[in-house]
């Protein structure tokens, strides 16, 4: 008896000892590969891949090799002694480029093919986040290659896509807008408040995307997914997560981020969480602009302001500031019908010194401010998101999203020497219920409708301190006191007459308002209360031509919107020494008219090609053009005499562009890419004639060489950009000349530039991955045009993950 109880026990270890996940991936994404037929050599005996790429192998035995392959991959066969040295993680090469098999969200609010749209969309992975190790969202969408960043300060990071930015382009978090009533047309931040950790992946489609997404969506839409609870493939509890340790040198970046998922067969949460402690930048020491320095900043000393000479010029004091990000999710899925998540985000900043106010100086050589900071930015949002699939009359699939925003920002600013500190506080409360449904009969037909309502409440106060008695007294605020609301209707239907043709069509119908009380207290404004009610219809149309299954032709004509907000409306503030914007109830929607073709080429398995073309007209633009207050063309604001603009719809303006990418697989894991983007834009001016769009960025692009092979990345890059002359720099940038080189005959311009870059990931075993790199490895002292902050020097990162 107790020999047959030793054999079982000895039998029972070997099983145990035996059982074995695989977990394969791709090799390109590192996403895991669902539906991998993973087969034992000789034996006939397979067992496939579950959603996350894992298999239970033990029911293959112990084969000298085994075979893995899946529709659209190549082939691969492992040894087994290779598998175990590997952790059992198995890659898998795709056999065709991403276009066709990458799926996207930001077409049409519903997941479709990335062939299926006629816009484009260019799409940032969680692999390309771990190899890049961008430091904010805003750098995050800079390593596309595709999008263009200005920053005026460290704490910032303003998107400019296809000539336009700020107020003319959306971001989307989860379904849900994040642009708020008080988006203005200067540069925004307000991207910086998401995680990179955070997400899953992100998106972004060029071009007016405002069928879809509403106002504001005429350069093109940002789209965020974060990452989701992940259920249970079985009946026990699924637990994985991620610890990251980050460093960088140029900002004496320090980092810290974890997230851990818990998921049964129904209950599944997600708990992520990052710390972020960024100190003053340092630029580079090679570069034509020697005006770019730092020689001085100011301090505070015994209740005097001073000067204090920079003991590094290179480092640009004061720019370094902390941010926190926490998110936590809950998800319940009770049948295959119905999915309910429950999201959470909290994001805060310290204050953070905006760089650019700080380089302007006096006639005499003494800066013109003591002090210029925003204070904390903060952004919290509470998101439901109901999901139902079951086909009936109306609809296949539908998803309910309610969510709740608030937002946070302050100016805090002191000039040189004066007693008066002005804080300007503003706050947001962002309500929003959006109903999407998507019908489908059979492969030819689908529709894609909903509805939206947005309602946005802002408050804003002001305060003027005493910095010598300390002494707090009420100040004029910013924006009157408002609400703006929008509620809209749309529908996107497509149609697909053949498997070589598809077709679609889009309209919206969107109703804005905006209710407003102005306090007359400080500035005599010759109305207490305004009031807006309009209306803006949109639609779009497209066209997919598929000759072959390596021809991709289609065109697209659509049209954008932006309603005016309450920043349009109702500020008052300094847009440069000695100019003053002051409300104007006057207003209307600008409108863009887009027409965009595109032509996409694939040349056997190794080489891909894809070129957009477009051309965008604004009309009605809402620009600054002089005004009149009760009469008068000036009035004194912050004790200056300053000349009265205000937002007016006045202007048109035009984008042209040209958007290439091309995509090389070599032998042997090496592969090269290429992305280029030209835009030319012009806006008119106030006496009729025209000038440079300020938001239509040089030419730029970025090309590497890479080197993927299992748990091995390397990817060298060069980024560059073209020269704005002066005689190519729009009016408002010129008189911004503090910031900008100077040219042979002594005038501003943006000098071009380029950068090398290395970066390196290497997953040591299933639980540990390390990521390297250098960026700027020449230390090229350069500014990103329209920007105030030079950008980093030599910059050397280090990461190390933890994966379990």
């Known amino acids: 008896m107790r020999k047959i109880l030793v054999l079982g026990l000895l039998l029972l270890g070997r099983s145990l000892g035996f059982a074995q996940t695989l977990t394969v991936l791709d090799l390109e994404t590192n996403h895991p590969v669902e539906g991998a ?19 239970d192998i033990a029911v293959l035995g112990r084969p000298d090799s085994v075979f893995i392959g899946r529709v659209g991959y190549e082939m691969r066969t492992y040894r087994w002694a290779e598998l175990q040295s590997a952790g059992f993680t198995a890659y898998l090469t795709p056999i065709a480029f991403s276009l066709d098999r990458e799926a996207v969200v930001s077409g049409f609010r519903w997941q479709q093919r990335r062939r299926e749209t006629p816009a484009r969309i260019a799409r940032i992975t969680g692999r390309d986040v771990a190899l890049q190790n961008p430091q904010t969202a805003a750098d995050l969408l800079g390593t596309s290659g595709e999008v263009f960043i200005q920053k005026s300060q460290q704490g910032g990071g303003s998107p400019m896509l296809r000539g336009f930015a700020t107020n003319r382009v959306l971001l989307v978090v989860d379904g849900v807008r994040m642009n708020t009533a008080i988006f203005r047309s200067g540069n925004v931040q307000n991207v910086i408040s998401l995680d990179p950790f955070a997400l899953e992946q992100t998106e972004v489609l060029f071009g007016p995307g405002s069928v879809a997404y509403g106002s504001d969506a005429i350069g093109g839409v940002m ?37 851990v998922g818990v998921g049964g067969q129904k209950w599944a949460m997600l708990s992520s969480a990052s710390f972020h402690h960024f100190g003053d930048l340092r630029m580079g020491t090679r570069g034509p602009a020697k005006n770019y320095v730092r020689p001085f900043y100011v301090q505070r000393i015994d209740g005097r302001d001073v000067v204090v000479m920079n003991e590094d010029s290179l480092v640009q004091r004061p720019s370094g500031y902390e941010q926190i990000n926490f998110m936590q999710k809950v998800r319940f899925r009770p049948n295959e019908r119905w999915d309910v998540q429950y999201g959470l985000h909290y994001s805060t900043t310290t204050n953070y010194a905006r760089y650019d106010r700080l380089l302007r100086v006096r006639p005499n050589g003494l800066p013109n401010s003591a002090e210029w900071n925003y204070g904390p930015q903060v952004w919290n949002m509470h998101q439901l998101n109901v999901a139902h699939a079951r086909s009936t009359a109306l609809f296949d699939e539908v998803v309910l999203r309610a969510a709740y925003q608030f937002f946070e920002e302050s100016r805090i600013d002191r000039n040189f020497n004066a007693a008066v500190r002005r804080s300007r506080v503003e706050k947001v409360d962002a309500y929003s219920v959006n109903a999407d449904l998507a019908k489908r009969w059979g492969d030819r037909h689908a529709l894609y409708y909903g509805a939206e309502a947005v309602f946005n409440r802002v408050r804003s106060t002001g305060t003027d301190q005493n910095v010598n008695t300390n002494v707090t007294v009420p100040g004029p605020s910013r924006y009157p006191q408002a609400e703006w609301t929008s509620w809209a209707a749309f529908a996107h239907y497509e149609y697909r007459p053949s498997a070589r043709w598809l077709l679609q069509a889009g309209a919206r119908y969107n109703l804005y308002g905006i209710d407003a009380r102005f306090d007359t207290a400080f500035y005599p404004f010759p109305f207490t209360t305004a009031t807006l009610n309009q209306g803006a219809p949109t639609g779009s149309v497209g066209v997919i031509w598929m000759p072959t299954d390596r021809w991709t032709l289609s065109a697209r004509a659509a049209t954008g919107f932006r309603s005016p907000n309450v920043d349009d409306m109702g500020k008052v503030f300094d847009s440069q020494p000695g100019a003053v914007v002051v409300p104007n109830p006057d207003l209307r929607a600008e409108y863009a008219y887009n027409g965009e073709v595109a032509l996409a080429r694939q040349f056997g398995q190794r080489v891909r090609v894809q070129i957009n073309g477009y051309y965008t007209l604004l009309q009605d633009a809402l620009v600054r053009r002089p005004f009149t207050l009760n009469g008068e063309d000036s009035i004194v604001y912050a004790g200056q005499l300053s000349r009265v603009l205000a937002i007016q719809n006045a202007a048109k303006a ?29 806006e008119e001016l106030d006496d009729g004639s025209t000038a440079p769009l300020r938001h239509a960025a040089p030419w730029f692009g970025l090309s590497r060489l890479t080197y993927n092979t299992g748990a091995l990345g390397l990817d060298f890059y060069v980024v560059y950009n073209g020269e704005v002359p002066h005689s190519a720099m729009p009016t408002e940038e010129i008189d911004k000349a503090y910031q900008y080189a100077v040219d042979a005959n002594g005038k501003p311009y943006a000098p071009g530039w380029y950068t090398l870059n290395f970066k390196a990931i290497y997953r040591l075993n299933n639980l540990w991955t390390l990521s390297a790199g250098v960026e700027n490895l020449t230390d090229q002292r350069y500014r990103p045009y329209s920007s105030g902050l030079v950008a980093p020097g030599r910059n050397a990162i280090l990461a190390l993950r933890a994966n379990f």
């Open 37 to 55: 037929r993973i087969e034992a050599a000789g034996t006939g005996r397979f067992v496939l891949s579950g959603a996350h790429g894992q298999a």
């Open 223 to 259: 789209y965020f997914q974060t990452r989701a609870p992940q259920l249970s493939d079985g009946e026990g509890v699924r637990v994985q997560g991620q610890a990251v340790g980050r460093m960088a040198s140029a900002n004496s970046e320090r980092t810290t981020h974890f997230h």
């Open 654 to 682: 035009t984008v042209y562009g040209l958007q290439a990418d091309v995509e090389v697989r070599l032998p042997a894991g090496f592969g090269f890419a290429t992305k280029f983007n030209y835009q030319k834009g012009e």
